[in-house]
């Protein structure tokens, strides 16, 4: 039996997905929040107040690119190299409004599985692995017609650091548009240092009661070079 829901009854859960892709990569990811309080109160505690939620996301991402590469005994070789990865996590988090600005924080853990290519045979593949995992997201009203975003990442494996900020302002109610700015880097797997990528662009929004669209281009400048991207992210709430 389907128990009809009302108009009035506030959203409780959070879905959320997206993709990017660019010049030699593409990925996909999905997110589902829940409002705990939602779920063990009698009267359901609107996602967008303040407590305890629960996250649970997946998602893809492939890497392939040609390079010529030094084979010894043999010299300079053009080879295609590719690697794929694929994770899910489980993250316990809170919302908490401090006037202005709606902050929550993430943490938890999650499970990955990486794997390396050269012309199809194994290039010494990570393999699956286990990881802890904090995420820090912010947005701050700067005034009735603008805004700032930042969101922010860790993982431990490899201390990955992931951020973007997005700087917004309402041309309607609905639209909001402005640039953005991300950031990547990571310890590398072999030897020391880290690598790091930065990426400049801007951003379209639209947002509704239920829910937002927002897509966003740009470039990202890294080691190999500079390199045109997309996204596309899409959330709703019910």
Avoid: C
Wanted: charged share 20%; net charge negative.
């Amino acid at each position: 039996m389907i128990v009809p829901v009302r108009a009035d009854e506030p959203p409780t859960v959070e879905v959320s997905g997206g993709g990017e892709i660019g010049y030699h990569l593409w990925s996909a990811y999905t997110n589902t929040t829940v409002a705990l309080s939602g779920l063990i109160a009698s009267v359901p505690k609107s996602i967008r107040e303040d407590g305890w939620r629960l996250r649970a996301g997946a998602g893809y991402w492939e890497y392939a690119r040609r390079q010529t590469i030094w084979i010894s005994g043999v010299g300079e070789q053009s080879v295609r190299r590719r690697r794929t990865g694929s994770f899910a996590d489980a993250l316990l988090g809170y919302q908490a409004g401090l006037g202005p600005l709606t902050l929550k924080v993430f943490a938890g853990a999650v499970y990955a599985n990486e794997r390396r290519l050269i012309d199809g045979e194994d290039e010494g593949s990570i393999g699956p692995y286990t990881a802890a995992r904090v995420l820090v997201e912010s947005w701050y009203n700067l005034t009735p017609n603008s805004f700032a975003q930042l969101d922010a990442g860790w993982m431990s494996r490899l201390d990955e650091i992931t951020a973007r900020g997005r700087l917004g302002y309402r041309i309607t109610p609905e639209i909001s548009l402005g640039p953005e700015i991300g950031y990547w880097s990571a310890a590398r797997e072999w030897g020391s240092g880290r690598d790091d990528l930065i990426r400049y662009g801007g951003f379209v929004r639209y947002e509704w009661t239920a829910g937002e669209v927002s897509i966003s281009a740009g470039m990202t400048d890294g080691a190999e070079g500079s390199e045109l991207y997309a996204t596309l992210n899409a959330l709703l709430r019910f």
